[in-house]
């Protein structure tokens, strides 16, 4: 692994039967750094992110990942309970769809304290507080602590599900398209949010979006993808501003035009 850095990626790829669902990825990712994934519908993007997140099994490659005791894993020769305690602790996947990322049969305040729980933490009055503080950090009013989800707005609950991610402070958090399919000021102000908390907490972030906006306004780098692969990566405004591919050229073009 390249020294200080946190994951890296090597020769990555799915096959679904005959068909590719992603091909020979290489990447690291260091601290701090938000790497944005962007592509058409179909280009492989978030096959990435889910053998990323060892929800789906890699056909070729390996992912290694440096944890916070400095040791270096294998991620996908993990067993499964080292896995899923990894997502609930040193990782956060914050998806497109946030009752996929969110427990629908429970109140807001226990969706943040399970991950709380998750490091050990016991005493229901310090966690019930930290979940309290989490909620107004992400705009949501602490006095509905208690209320379930299914209350809430998409826009609520997808800051619902940042609280519910960023509260163990994770190394590293995926998100999968968190603005799709929200009203246009509803994406400004979550991305303004997301924005402030990356900084601050200093998060490595792996976004995969479509939207080229939100990949410039929240990332350091980005890779292109088109049928699987990677055609395109470097600085986000270097790409976005200059790009050399025809394929991200049209891309940049199909933005201006509309």
Known sequence: MREGALLEARGL???YGSRIGCADVSFDLFPGEVLAIVGESGSGKSTLLSLLACELPASAGAVSYRTSEGAVHD???LDEARRRALMRTEWGFIRQDATAGLRMGVSAGANVG???MATGQRHYGRIRGEAADW???VEIDAARIDDNPRAFSGGMRQRLQIARNLVTRPRIVLMDEPTSGLDVSVQARLLDLVRGLVAELGLAVIIVTHDLAVARLLSHRIMVMRQGRVVEA???DQVLDDPAEP?????VSSVLAA
């Open 234 to 236: 470097g600085l986000t």
């Open 114 to 116: 399970e991950r709380l």
């Open 75 to 77: 991620l996908l020769a």
């Open 247 to 251: 394929y991200t050229q049209l891309l």
């Open 135 to 137: 909620l107004a950090r």
């Open 13 to 15: 790829g799915k096959l």
